[in-house]
């Protein structure tokens, strides 16, 4: 029995529909895209960070002198700060944000620049382990010792 | 040589006599071929004993057997139970054909049931018999409160919540040109087992902790953190982490009601609803007033089901949390009890306890069940 009121259809029970609809869906969406993830981008990121979108992206490293005293505050490319605020990043006029790897010893800068990424998404289909190289159907069995 | 059946079965011929049997099997006959079906049985059943060679062979045999033997069996019985009088008759033929599965259900639901009742009464190994310490302990221990607290808000806003967002998405994709669309996107996580489910939902409730440079890769706190907020634990906040919980039942739950109920409002005569617009009833007085009452039998029977399928709720809870951080329900103290703590009287108890509190809903859902029967 077809309803007559099909006819005219009130377009907020349309978005309400639509909006309860991406709540239901996006958390299998996750878990579809993560499936096709390498292990340390799963680790390491959303996955929603697959569709594009700006974010800091590693374009250089600077090699402080071994005779930097990292105690003291450091000057690099004419800004000074101490360890803590190069740990956390400092954010220069031109956009790009200089970072301290690692632990003090390291000595290392890490230079950051914000660019647009997630249009060649690093997905995989081998999520499989190490046993597919002898093709997807040679089940590991496991041998009595 | 006359007379010769009745010489040798007496109680053949008084029925015979008598003539209310519609069998006309011949007694011999039938004697025969109850001596042979038991020749078949037992036979087929020592043979697949012995002969362990020609695995190919014996398991081609064993189908066949399996299948002709009880065919054979029920033939036979039938033919018995048509050669009983008529008086006993409806008896005999309910016996010949329920009675193997009643059997069946009495060795594999009652026995067990006693059997759990029995060691309820017993200690941790089962040797001895401690009478009521494993009950005081279920309805004392801080860990068993605990639990029976969150099975009520398990019952009380999961299923509140799963048959309120049923009804909902169904009066509402009733109303939509892409009503199957919709409906197959919420009926979908229906179809993911509850581990999968919280794999799932571990990737939205990630939390990655404090630290210098951590990105979130769970969804809600990314979405916390977008918005200025600090990332949190989700899973390990006591007392609201239960609810975080009983929002992957409700989003497995819903595509259940939903379904259910839709078809219930489909069914709702378009008369009516065209009677009431006629009327001037909108929207709202039109739900309230028709298809809420119209559906009701199917609502009650909805949430039942789901009331009790949220107090037997177990695999959420043991994959997401194990029952840490305030979040054990009974069904998860249960299977610790007996399989981690190897205290078999205590696990007894508490899922003696557990068939107590859902055997009156159960009760109440089939006499739903029966009401509605006789109502069509």
């Known amino acids: 029995m077809k309803k007559p009121e099909k006819g005219k259809r009130n377009p907020l029970v349309a978005v309400v529909l639509i909006i309860i609809v991406l709540v239901w869906t996006i958390p299998t969406l996750g878990i579809f895209i993560t499936s096709f993830r390498e292990s340390s981008d799963i680790y390491g990121s959303g996955w929603w960070t697959v569709l594009p979108h700006k974010d800091n992206v590693k374009t250089g490293e600077i090699e402080l002198p071994a005779d930097t005293d990292p105690n003291k505050p450091v000057e690099i490319e004419g800004r000074t700060a101490t360890f803590e605020q190069w740990r956390m990043g400092v954010e220069f006029e031109d956009g790009r944000m200089l970072r301290w790897f690692g632990n003090k010893r390291s000595r290392k800068i890490e230079v950051f620049e914000e660019k647009w990424v997630g249009f060649g998404a690093n997905l995989t289909l081998k999520n499989t382990g190490t046993y597919s190289a002898a093709g997807w159907w040679s089940i590991p069995i496991p041998r009595a010792i | ?376």
Do not use: H
């Open chain 2, 1 to 376: 040589m006359p007379g010769t059946d009745a010489n040798l079965f007496p109680v053949f011929r008084r029925f015979s006599m008598s003539g209310n049997i519609d069998s006309n099997w011949n007694p011999f006959a039938l004697a025969g071929l109850v001596v042979l079906t038991a020749v078949v049985l037992v036979g087929g059943f020592i043979l697949l004993q012995t002969v362990q060679a020609y695995k190919v062979l014996m398991t081609v045999f064993a189908v066949v057997w399996g299948l002709l033997s009880t065919a054979l069996l029920f033939f036979v019985l039938n033919a018995v139970a048509e050669n009983i009088p008529r008086k006993i008759r409806s008896v005999s033929v309910a016996v010949v054909f329920a009675g193997p599965a009643v059997i069946l259900l009495f060795w594999a639901l009652v026995i067990p049931t006693l059997r759990t009742l029995r060691l309820s009464f017993m200690g941790a190994y089962a040797r001895e018999y401690v009478g009521f310490s494993n009950y005081e302990f279920a309805f004392t221990d801080p860990i068993m409160l605990e639990s029976f607290r969150n099975n009520l808000l398990w019952m009380i806003f999961g299923t509140s919540f799963c048959v309120i967002m049923g009804l909902v998405i169904a009066v509402l994709a009733d109303k939509s040109s892409r009503e199957k669309v919709f409906k197959s996107l919420i009926f979908m996580p229906m179809a993911i087992s509850f581990v999968g489910a919280g794999v799932i939902w571990k990737f939205m409730y990630a939390y990655k902790g404090e630290g210098i440079n951590v990105t979130e890769i769970g969804l809600l706190n990314a979405i916390v953190v977008a918005f200025g907020g600090e990332a949190q634990a989700w899973l390990l906040i006591p007392f609201w982490n239960n609810f975080f919980l009983i929002a992957i039942m409700i989003w497995l739950q819903t595509g259940y009601a939903m379904v259910i109920m839709s078809s219930a409002i489909k069914a709702i005569p378009g008369e009516i609803n065209e009677a009431a617009r006629v009327d001037g009833a909108n929207s709202f007085i039109i739900f309230s007033r028709i298809t809420v009452p119209y559906i009701m039998p199917t609502i009650i029977t909805v949430t039942t089901t789901i009331l009790i399928f949220s107090l037997k709720l177990f695999d959420i809870v043991r994959v997401m949390t194990g029952g840490n951080f305030g979040t054990n329900v009974i069904a998860n103290e249960f299977y610790l009890r007996q399989f981690t703590y190897g205290n078999s009287g205590q696990a007894s108890a508490i899922a003696i306890i557990l068939l107590v509190v859902i055997v009156p809903v159960l009760l109440y859902n089939l006499k739903e069940f029966r009401r509605r029967r006789v109502l069509k």
